[in-house]
Nanobody
Framework: QVHLVESGGGLVQAGGSLRLSCAVSGGTFSTYAMGWFRQAPGKGREFLASIGRSGGGTYYASFLEGRFTISRDNAKNTLYLQMNRLKHEDTAVYYC?????????????????WGQGTQVTVSS
């Protein structure tokens, strides 16, 4: 069974940075496309970024305006999300997800495995 565990969330001031990690176990990490999503209170789940199996391809939601960077380390079975210039509206629970077919989709229903989420709170 594939397990995804996010870490690195917390409280940060507006303008600050955080790096989220997602450790994957129980599967073959290097064969999955990976994605990051978030869900703010009272809102639906929102796509942020995805990355291909080797890390050579990435795809971002346009509203991020270059503030977030997705990366992966296949040797460590770990996915990352570097978040810079954080805003109050970035406050949400952040989730990582794995897609078995290698498709860097922006659609949450395409993903097969999900983590439990990590809370990010940005104070204004």
């Amino acid at each position: 069974q594939v397990h995804l565990v996010e870490s690195g969330g917390g409280l940060v001031q507006a303008g600050g940075s955080l790096r989220l990690s997602c450790a994957v176990s129980g599967g073959t990490f290097s064969t999955y496309a990976m994605g990051w999503f978030r869900q703010a209170p009272g809102k639906g789940r929102e796509f942020l970024a995805s990355i291909g199996r080797s890390g050579g391809g990435t795809y971002y939601a346009s509203f991020l305006e270059g503030r977030f960077t997705i990366s992966r380390d296949n040797a460590k079975n770990t996915l990352y999300l570097q978040m810079n210039r954080l805003k109050h509206e970035d406050t949400a629970v952040y989730y990582c997800a794995a897609e078995k077919g290698g498709d860097m989709s922006g659609i949450d229903s395409m993903y097969d495995y999900w983590g439990q989420g990590t809370q990010v709170t940005v104070s204004s």
